[in-house]
C-alpha cells in the first residue's frame, strides 16, 4: 500500500504541469479530458498492478519448474552435469533407488527466480525513468518545445508502459508482461490524443 501511494504521487507531480489545462464545457473537449483521466488511471494502476503482482510472476515460474522437476525421466538424469556424478550420486545409483526425482530438483532449482528480484526488476525500471524524466523535465523549464522536457516526457512514458513489466520478464512469464505493457502503450496513446483535443480547446 505504501508503494502504491509514493507511485502516485510521483505520477501526480509527473503530470501536474499539465493540469493547468482547462477543458471547455462542451461535450467535445468534456469527453476529452474524462478519455484522458481514464487513460491516466489505467497507467497508473496497470503499473502498480503489475509491480505488485511480479513476484507471483516468479513464484509461479518456481512452480511450473518444481512440476518439470516431477515428470523428470531417465533422460534428464543422463543429462546431468558431471560435477554432480559422486558416487554416493551415481546415474546408475539413481535410477536404482528411484531417487531421480530429488535429484532432477537439486538441478533444476539452480534456475529458480527470485521473487523479490522479480519485485525490484519491477520497481526499479519504473522508478529510475521516471525520476529521470522529471529531471529531464525540470531541466527543460517545463517548457513543451524544449528537447530537454520532450526527452523527458519520452522517459517517463517509457518507464511506465515497460517498467512494470521488467519483473514479470525476469520471471519468464513474457505473455503478462508484453499483455500489460501493451495495455499501458494503447492508454498512453488516448491519454496523449486526448490531451491534444483539450489543450487545442483551451
Not at 473537449?29 to 484522458?36: I, N, Y
Not at 539452480?110 to 526488476?121: E, S, V
Not at 529510475?128 to 529531471?135: F, K, Q
Not at 508482461?177 to 491519454?191: D, E, K, Q
Request: net charge positive; with cysteine.
Amino acid at each position: 500500500m505504501k508503494r502504491s501511494i509514493i507511485l502516485i504521487l510521483i505520477l501526480t507531480a509527473v503530470f501536474e504541469p499539465f493540469s493547468s489545462i482547462k477543458a471547455e464545457e462542451d461535450g467535445a473537449s468534456a469527453l476529452a479530458g474524462l478519455g484522458l483521466l481514464v487513460s491516466g488511471l489505467t497507467i497508473i494502476f496497470s503499473g502498480i498492478g503489475d509491480i505488485a503482482s511480479a513476484a507471483e510472476s516468479a513464484k509461479k515460474y518456481n512452480a511450473t519448474l518444481t512440476e518439470m522437476s516431477l515428470l523428470a525421466s531417465v533422460h534428464e538424469v543422463n543429462a546431468v552435469p558431471r560435477m554432480f556424478a559422486q558416487p554416493a550420486f551415481s546415474r546408475a545409483a539413481l535410477l536404482k533407488s528411484g531417487d531421480r526425482r530429488v535429484f532432477y530438483t537439486l538441478q533444476v532449482s539452480q534456475r529458480h527466480k527470485n521473487p523479490g528480484t522479480a519485485t525490484l526488476w519491477s520497481l526499479g525500471s519504473t522508478l529510475i525513468p521516471t525520476a529521470s524524466g522529471y529531471l529531464m523535465m525540470e531541466a527543460g523549464g517545463w517548457d513543451s518545445n524544449s528537447p530537454s522536457f520532450i526527452a523527458g516526457v519520452v522517459t517517463v512514458s517509457g518507464g511506465w508502459v515497460f517498467g512494470p513489466s521488467a519483473g514479470h520478464w525476469y520471471a519468464k512469464q513474457n505473455a503478462r508482461g508484453w499483455t500489460s505493457a501493451l495495455i499501458r502503450m494503447a492508454a498512453y496513446g488516448v491519454g496523449f490524443f486526448c490531451l491534444s483535443a483539450v489543450a487545442s480547446e483551451g
